[in-house]
């Protein structure tokens, strides 16, 4: 924020910018594109790996969704570090 009391982020000036065209996209819309990302790894940050699967996600998704994986990915962890998750303990 300037000194004025207006934001001077780009992010904010991009939001009022009315002559950007709004997009309307329904919530089963919304589901089927983040079943998508779920079923496809590209673009993915982070890897959950156990003893017979890898499985990739997205960071931003996990963090948004819980505390505990915001946390995790905010901090100096070595998850963060290698962008993986090693879970050995669980069984399909």
Do not use: C, Y
């Not at 000036?13 to 089927?32: G, V």
């Not at 995790?72 to 998750?85: A, C, N, P, R, S």
């Amino acid at each position: 924020t300037t000194s004025d009391g207006n934001s001077d982020s780009s992010a904010e000036n991009w939001k009022q910018d009315d002559s950007f065209p709004s997009i309307k996209a329904s919530p089963l819309t919304l589901q089927r594109d983040l079943k998508k990302m779920l079923l496809n790894d590209m673009h993915s940050d982070v890897i959950f790996k156990r003893r017979d699967k890898i499985i990739a996600a997205h960071k931003r998704v996990l963090s948004a969704r819980s505390p505990w994986f915001a946390t995790m990915f905010d901090q100096d962890m070595l998850e963060t570090q290698t962008g993986v998750v090693d879970i050995p303990d669980v069984e399909s």
